[in-house]
């Protein structure tokens, strides 16, 4: 019997839950087959899935008395990196010595399966095959050649059939998610318990570090500036007025059904523009505050975006919208927590001065590339029209931002 049929054997008739990450369960399809199979080591390796609605999912597995999912307690995440052919693996930054091969959980990725090592690398499988995927680690090495540290500094990627498996990183000591430090300062002050945040402008500057790192050339990108078109980008979100959605939330899409095709119509217009290697779908989310300070994580990409539209460039309009609606978005979900009714009231004025601040901040850092205000405008109005088709398609729980911003006369 073949390793692959083996595999097969074992988990063809195991609940599609007992194979992804806890965030995932209850929101995956049945398998349909396991397609393929690449060892790691002795008595572990990866699987390739396919679900009934075709989506492929890369799954780390482990053999004791039969083939079943690696738990961060089989310590598999290390020898990945050393893993035989047809998987490869590509170096970027030396790893620190390793002694306990301590291994546990993170469940903080709404998407992947993150793994801590001796409270020194942190491993992400990639847990949904996606074309594109290898884009963010580029992005990475570039931005860490180009002597860029204010993220957490790529160490390897393990990769197979040109598609993304899994990516080691230096670990953060007492680093918090964006969703968290950032929402419970917002809270903090609706409450009374604590100041107005005063790190908005700190998330423009990084923002624009970040771009001007990317700017430079390196042996990773040789050319990281150019000019192109955006007009691909219109036909997309064109097509995600047309997503079926709830009625609540179809409703208050079409309300704005306007601005959206206005906006569409901006990014289809006849020009070039200056774009570079960029973070893309950059959220509040992609901002840790640890030990040291604040640093931008998870190059990922958007999950909206279809494979023809994952590029390694894009205009830094991109990302300034992502940070001027994700502090929307932290308001929002910050008032939520609040038991208040004028909560949201407060929380929006406080957004509107933030967004204020990090766009200024953004603005006035030296050496950040051009930002075109025409594309900055258009993608902010944009933003709500993908919020609400990502909660829609992974994230149900999430549609209560897309629907105050677009509830809130925004």
């Not at 204010?150 to 390897?156: G, N």
Request: glycine content about 6%; aromatic content about 6%; proline content about 8%.
């Amino acid at each position: 019997m073949t390793l692959l049929d083996a595999v097969r054997v074992d988990l063809q008739g195991v609940s599609v839950d007992d194979l992804v990450p806890a965030l995932r369960r209850g929101q995956v399809s049945d398998i349909e087959q396991v397609i393929d199979v690449a060892p790691l080591a002795d008595g572990s390796a990866v699987a390739a899935v396919r679900l009934v609605d075709g989506r492929e999912l890369f799954i780390p597995i482990v053999h004791d008395a039969h083939w079943r999912r690696a738990e961060p307690a089989d310590g598999i995440s290390t020898a990945a990196f050393d893993a035989p052919p047809p998987l490869r693996v590509e170096h970027v930054n030396a790893f620190p010595v390793l002694d306990a091969l301590q291994e546990r959980g993170l469940d903080v990725d709404m998407t992947n399966d993150v793994r801590i090592i001796d409270d020194a690398v942190a491993v992400k499988w990639h847990f949904q095959r996606t074309s594109g995927s290898l884009i963010g680690p580029r992005v990475t090495a570039h931005l860490s050649a180009a002597g860029f540290t204010e993220m957490p500094q790529p160490l390897a990627t393990l990769i197979w059939h040109d598609d993304l498996v899994a990516t080691a990183d230096r670990f953060l000591p007492n680093a918090e998610d964006g969703w968290d430090w950032m929402l419970d300062d917002v809270r903090r002050m609706l409450t009374g318990e604590g100041p107005a945040p005063g790190w908005a402008g700190e998330i423009g500057r990084l923002t624009a570090r970040m771009h001007a790192a990317s700017a430079r050339p390196t042996s990773v990108i040789e050319q990281p500036l150019t000019h192109a078109s955006l007009a691909r980008l219109g036909p997309h979100y064109r097509a995600l007025l047309d997503e079926p959605l709830d009625p609540q939330m179809q409703d208050a899409v079409q309300r704005w059904r306007g601005r959206f095709t206005d906006a569409c119509g901006v990014l289809e217009r006849p020009r070039d523009v200056e774009v570079l290697p960029i973070r893309r779908d950059l959220h509040p989310g992609q901002f840790l505050r640890w030990r040291d300070g604040i640093a931008v994580c998870d190059f990922d990409g958007s999950p909206t975006l279809p494979a023809e539209l994952q590029d390694l460039r894009g205009p830094t309009a991109q990302d300034v919208a992502g940070i001027l609606r994700g502090l929307d978005h932290v308001a929002i979900a910050a008032a939520r927590r609040v038991d208040d009714p004028v909560a949201l009231t407060h929380a929006r004025a406080w957004a509107v001065e933030a967004r204020t601040e990090a766009l200024t901040a953004y603005r006035d850092t030296p050496d950040v590339p051009s930002l075109d205000e025409d594309v900055l405008t258009a993608l902010e109005s944009l933003s709500p029209l993908h919020e609400a088709v990502y909660a829609s398609r992974y994230l149900p729980r999430w549609r209560y931002v897309p629907l105050a911003v677009l509830d809130g006369g925004w």
